[in-house]
């Protein structure tokens, strides 16, 4: 966030430089407003690409065999061009590194999810992939889960990308 601030300021001193030189070149024969008109510009310019970029710079910064399984995009009426470009401000990944085999039955297997927001920190979930029906059941910390059924996973369909990534990677041997 500090670096984002940062970038915006320079782009700010950069635009105002620009439109500085331009009156110079010019002999002084440019519009008063151009200076601040560049200096916001070039700051709305600068904050419009880092939302943009966050995304692809955030998931090319995980580990090796964390996979992105989801993304999250959004639109909001004060960045009215979000509604034609929308912004991912928000992703799941999986990591493939935690995929252990459970107790609980053949074809199942408890991982690591990751999720992702700007501006909010990372929080994590363990959860239980039964590859067999493709469900997915989010496991509270402290709890066994020893004994779970099929009827147990809420949602038998579960995230078919999620699951392939889990159940795809040898979790389930």
Same mark, same amino acid.
């Given at each position: 966030m500090l670096w984002g601030f940062i970038a915006v300021i320079a782009a700010g001193f950069g635009g105002a430089g620009i439109a500085i030189i331009l009156n110079k070149i010019s002999g002084g024969r440019m519009p008063k407003w151009l200076t601040p008109f560049a200096v916001a510009f070039a700051m709305l310019v600068t904050t419009i690409s880092n939302e943009y970029l966050w995304?692809?710079?955030s998931s090319a910064n995980l580990k090796p065999g964390v996979e992105v399984v989801s993304t999250i995009e959004s639109s909001a009426f004060y960045r009215p061009w979000t509604y034609v470009f929308p912004i991912t401000d928000r992703f799941v990944a999986l990591d493939?590194?935690? *995929?252990t085999a459970h107790t609980s039955g053949e074809g199942r297997v408890v991982g690591d999810l990751y999720f992702f927001a700007r501006w909010e920190n990372t929080q994590r979930l363990q959860i239980l992939f039964?590859?067999?029906?493709?469900?997915? *059941?989010?496991?509270?910390?402290?709890e066994t889960y020893d004994d779970v059924t099929a009827e147990d996973f809420a949602n038998p369909d579960g995230?078919?990308?999620?699951v392939t990534a889990a159940c795809g990677n040898g979790g389930a041997q």
């Open positions: 995304f692809q710079q493939t590194n935690s *995929l039964d590859c067999a029906t493709g469900g997915t *059941l989010p496991m509270v910390p402290g995230d078919e990308t999620m």
